[in-house]
Each structure stands twice: as C-alpha cells, then as structure tokens.
Nanobody, 123 residues
Framework: AQVAESGGGLVQAGGSLRLSCAVS????????MGWFRQAPGKEREFVAV?????????YYADPLRGRFAISRDDNKNMVYLQMNSLKPEDTAVYYC????????????????WGQGTQVTVSP
C-alpha cells in the first residue's frame, strides 16, 4: 500500500488544521492507521492511532488528547487528523503510516510511510 499525506500549512497559534491521509489498495479497512510527527532535530513521535473496523478504537499521545482527533472513512480509504488549539510546539512534519505489529506508539512498528506534510504554527 502507498500512503500520501496532505493538508498541512501555516497557521497562527490557536488555529486549526485538518490533515488527510490517502491510502491505496483494497485492504484499507483492515489497517490500523497511525499519525506521527517529527520536529527538526527531534525523533519521530506518536500522535494518534485508529484501529481497524474489527474493533474501532482511538488512542492519543497524552499531551495531545482533547486537542487532536483522528478519524477514518473506509469508503474513501482516508484517515484524518483534526488539530485544534494549535501551539507553536506542534510545528513538525506530520506522517501517517500503517501499523504492522507490536506496540502502537512506536514508529518502528509501522511501515508504508508517506512523504509527510509540514505544519507550521506561528506565535
């Protein structure tokens, strides 16, 4: 499967953005999908995950819970990340990927990474 993120941009602190992730292939509804982000000079960090239709659930990095919301549309092979009340520290490249095995908050357990979409939050 191939993954492509979009929807990033420049936004002022307190603003909102909705990121999109398009996934190719026929097995999308069975994938657990995650969002990660990577700021300059930092490691890639977990943002959120949404499980497959077999047991639809969402999990978030603790600091982001309440501001970010992950969702999916299996009819369109899409995953979304709604980001509200954005802060300058949310500035990063945001990636989505397919979870394969192991813990859901570790990037090494995902593959089919997209190119990422840049989110920049100005003060």
């Amino acid at each position: 499967a191939q993954v492509a993120e979009s929807g990033g941009g420049l936004v002022q602190a307190g603003g909102s953005l909705r990121l999109s992730c398009a996934v190719s292939g026929d097995d999308f509804s069975w994938y657990t999908m995650g969002w990660f982000r990577q700021a300059p000079g930092k490691e890639r960090e977990f943002v959120a995950v949404i499980t497959s239709r077999r047991g639809l659930a969402t999990y978030y990095a603790d600091p982001l819970r309440g501001r970010f919301a992950i969702s999916r549309d299996d009819n369109k092979n899409m995953v979304y990340l709604q980001m509200n009340s954005l802060k300058p520290e949310d500035t990063a490249v945001y990636y989505c990927a397919i979870h394969r095995l192991g813990t859901i908050d570790e990037a090494r357990n995902y593959d089919s990474w997209g190119q990422g979409t840049q989110v920049t939050v100005s003060p």
